[in-house]
């Protein structure tokens, strides 16, 4: 089985508070914590998130430290700041951002959001077992909302431990949360490509084409579609497929790859 390099596509959902934030006026945040606490906390993280969106880290620091004073035990406050300083990358921050992660859970051990956050963390440092077991309590959750992204980001890690039956299950099981899944859809096409499972997995990346577009696919799916053309006897498929990828991803690997082999004829696809 090749090497898997890809990273998780959801390394962080950051927020899912699904509102429209207020506007926080500074002059004001004394007056809000003392008389609404709750509503304090939850407008800052809110900020918070959207300073992580956008990149303003030290903003999304000051705000997070503004809610953690009214509240310490703020579930989403706690895991955003893990989020934050996980994104922001530094070793010394890095590693204080598991307290956060492991706070925001210990407070509810039911937040699905922050396990699949604190899953994500876990993957980032090679705690591949670890992330395994978060991601696993984060889709079993029924109500999160998530739930079929937390079985993505276990997908991705057992392929990461070359574990191909469970890389499959996860993926299945993302599938049965969310049939839109791409992520799932492609991924699962690889596995069924390489176990000679030509029906299926040309089915499956029939379906992912369907739902990102002929012309949005990545230099790894258009190199899946190009071999599962080849296997399926379809050279005109396969040629078109190649002309793409030459056009959108000519200093690829895959494309790379692809001129190596074209004139191989005793080369494995892989």
Known sequence: MKKQTQKLTVLVTVCILGVVLQACQTSHSGSISQKDPEKSVKVRTQ??????????????????????????????????????????????????????????????????QARNNYGTYLYELKRYNEAINQFNIAGATLGYDQ????????????????????????????????????????ELSDIFYLQKKTSASTQLYEQYVRAVGQNNQSARALWLGMRLARANGDQMGMQVLANQLKALYPDSQEYQRYMKLQYTTEAVWK
Not at 58 to 75: C, I, W
Not at 86 to 106: D, M, P, V
């Open 47 to 112: 900020l918070a998130a959207e300073y992580i969106r956008s990149g303003d880290f030290d903003a999304a620091k000051r705000a997070l430290d503004q809610a953690l004073e009214v509240d310490s035990r703020d579930t989403t406050a706690n895991m955003l700041m893990g989020v934050l300083l996980q994104h922001e990358g530094s070793q010394l921050n890095l590693e204080k951002a598991e307290t956060y992660f492991k706070r925001a859970i210990a407070v509810d051990s039911k937040n699905a």
């Open 147 to 186: 739930r079929y992204k937390a079985y993505e980001n276990m997908g991705r890690v057992y392929l990461k431990l070359f574990d191909i039956a469970n890389a499959e299950k996860s993926f299945k099981q993302a599938l049965q949360v969310n049939r839109d899944s791409i992520v799932s859809m492609l």
